[in-house]
């Protein structure tokens, strides 16, 4: 049964992931004070949303042995954390891995919202905002 938000949702969450997307390259250019980046903000909209969007779609679309790979080397990233000589290090990984994990899968379930060429221009136009600030790294 289609729900009657669901094409909503999914267009949200599209226009969201584009957001986040576009981003990613500047998002040491503009700091949000309390918050950290633009990127980290959009990423705190996006998750709920999305999440919220694949319950009511009521399905996800199959990972692939990639995702899995990913998946895999994330949890052994988490067990290496009782045996590291650097607590803080390894949590600072397994938390940026992480992050970068639900990142590439949100891509993938909603990819098909989006359209992966309107994400790699999102991200293209992302490289614009941070190549005229001189200061910034792309």
Known sequence: MISATQPTLDRITGFLLWCFVFSVPFEKVWMLSGIGTVSRLLGLVLVPVALTALLVRGWIRPLLFAHWC????????????????????????????AQLSVAVLLIWQFSEATDGDHLIKAYVCGTVIASIDRKSVV
């Open 70 to 97: 990913m998946v895999a080397f994330v949890g052994w990233s988490a067990l290496s954390f009782f045996w590291t000589f650097s607590a803080e290090l390894t949590l600072q990984r397994i938390v940026t891995e």
